[in-house]
């Protein structure tokens, strides 16, 4: 690994790429290899549910919510999958459909619209703690089109007073008429998929746009209005090198965002790119290069341009910018439930976690029958919805008086023997307020996440492939 790392300093004159290699040999990455510690591109997924989705069995609606059951109301955390896009981009594993009629997106808000308000009849009444409207691409909606859909959750949904409303915009259809719409129905998060600023990887990945249009894109929405603007952006992509990677953290800087995320390319099963690369690993950044990446966000965005991670990956320019909605699913979700309505989406409430039918067609079908589309879930028993909070909640750091709130039992008490070795490690810090990823733990969130699992979840999650894990693509549904 250090001769590899030789060759990159050599090769590339840049003080940052070789501040990353000087960090890098900094790190114990020999011993925390041995201890199970190695980011793998074969292997790595990301957490998002507990298990993941191939692992739930199917449940029916009725036995979540059993048919009389109605209440006084109920705060979530709100998100709505759109599931369209003009065309496919080789890494994408979300559930989406491309090039979908007018007609189509209309069904589509219809049905919405009676999910929406199922859940309500169901709790009676929703609150809105904050509003992530996801796809796919939601920008994929013409302007009257988001202009009826904000209409729908805000007909169904009482929206916090300053709660976050963010909404995903891809380049392409981030025009200056839905922006004011967005303005209109009080959004005030726009997350754009950038993703990179090479012409060249942009092309290679079928995105449809240049870096100059994402650019543009950008600026229309700040010159619209909407100040709290994100950036995706995603190293390991074919192609891409060390000195590409640092121009993408270039541009980042001069261009200020209040945010940024910075993905670590997921390799899933029957996706173009994951074809390319079985083709052609060697196209691709070694995993050497990838942990250089890694650590070259760390130090360009908080060492130079003093934004911090909060989650992982997802760099703020200061704090007003957290974003709230990433905290309720992590992090909260046993607090503040989360409602996922739309094709794929996924729940996390009363200690249910569930995704809707990743199907557009049997998804209308349920709701024109006035039933919840709800399809593979399982109810967690308490220790196992601790174990989803650590595994998820350690990507933000978990606030021990929080936990102890929640659950009733104080986070370091409950896994003690864990979070000693963890610490051992370097990979966590323990105060008396929180736990936390250190420095090294942050490069390793997803794996020192995974050390949570049950032994019982851990053999079913064992059996399921990595390359499928975190998608929402019916084609892989096994
Ligand atoms: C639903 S998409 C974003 C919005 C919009 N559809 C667009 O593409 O501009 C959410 C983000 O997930 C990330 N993403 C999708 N597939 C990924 C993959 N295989 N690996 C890493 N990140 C991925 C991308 O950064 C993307 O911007
Ligand atoms: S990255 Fe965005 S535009 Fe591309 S396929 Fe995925 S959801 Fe659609």
């Not at 070789?18 to 790595?44: I, N, T």
């Not at 670590?264 to 950044?285: I, N």
């Not at 974003?323 to 046993?334: C, E, G, L, P, V």
């Not at 490069?443 to 032994?455: I, K, N, P, R, T």
């Amino acid at each position: 690994m250090r001769e590899i790392w030789q060759e990159s300093i050599r090769a590339h004159e840049s003080p940052l790429v070789g501040r990353a290699v000087e960090r890098a040999r900094e790190l114990p990455l020999a011993s925390l290899r041995e201890a199970g510690f190695y980011r793998d591109r074969g292997k790595y997924f990301l957490n998002i549910s507990y298990p993941s989705l191939q692992a739930m069995s199917e449940v029916s609606a009725a036995g979540i919510y059993p048919p009389a059951a109605s209440g006084t109301g109920r705060r979530v955390a709100l998100y709505v999958h759109m599931p369209f896009c003009t065309a496919e981009c080789y890494y994408c594993h979300y559930y989406k459909k491309f090039g979908q009629s007018s007609g189509a997106v209309d069904t589509y808000l219809g049905a919405i619209d009676r999910e929406l308000e199922l859940y309500q009849r169901q709790f009676g009444g929703l609150e809105a703690v904050s509003v992530y409207v996801g796809g796919g691409t939601p920008s994929y909606l013409n302007p009257d089109q988001i202009d009826r859909l904000l209409g729908i959750i805000k007909a169904h949904t009482s929206i916090q007073k300053g709660a976050e409303v963010c909404f995903e915009m891809h380049p392409e259809s981030t025009t200056a008429d839905r922006v004011s719409v967005l303005v209109g129905h009080g959004v005030n998060r726009v997350s754009i998929g950038v993703e990179s600023f090479e012409d060249r990887l942009l092309k290679a990945e079928n995105r449809r746009h240049t870096a100059q249009e994402a650019v543009a894109a950008f600026e229309r929405v700040r010159g619209g209005g909407i100040a709290n603007v994100n950036l995706d952006l995603i190293y390991g992509l074919r192609g891409q090198d060390l000195s590409g990677w640092e121009y993408n953290l270039d541009r980042i800087a001069v261009l200020q965002p209040t945010s940024a995320t910075m993905y670590y390319l997921r390799l899933k099963t029957g996706t173009p790119e994951y074809k390319l690369w079985q083709a052609d690993p060697k196209s691709f950044p070694s995993d050497e290069e990838l942990m250089l990446m890694h650590i070259m966000s760390f130090e360009k965005m908080e060492g130079q341009l003093g934004y911090t991670q909060s989650p992982v990956d997802w760099f703020i320019r200061d704090p007003s910018f957290f974003h709230t909605y990433q905290d309720y699913n992590w992090r909260r979700s046993d607090e503040t439930p989360l409602l996922g309505v739309g094709a794929s989406a996924y729940s996390a409430i009363d200690g249910w976690q569930y995704y809707n039918i990743n199907d557009t067609g049997r998804y209308q079908v349920a709701l024109s029958e006035a039933r919840l589309p709800i399809w593979r879930g399982e109810h967690l028993p308490p220790e196992e919805r601790m174990r989803r909070t650590v595994m998820l909640g350690i990507k933000m750091g978990i606030d021990r008086s929080v936990f102890r709130t929640t659950y009733g039992v104080d986070v370091v008490d409950a896994f003690e023997s864990m979070w000693q070795r963890l610490s051992d490690l370097g990979l966590v810090v323990v105060t008396d307020q929180m736990v936390d990823l250190t420095y090294t733990g942050k490069l390793f969130a997803d794996e020192v996440g995974q050390v949570f699992y049950s032994a019982a979840m851990k053999k079913r999650m064992e059996a399921v492939d990595p390359h499928l894990i975190s998608t929402t693509w019916p084609q892989f549904n096994r």
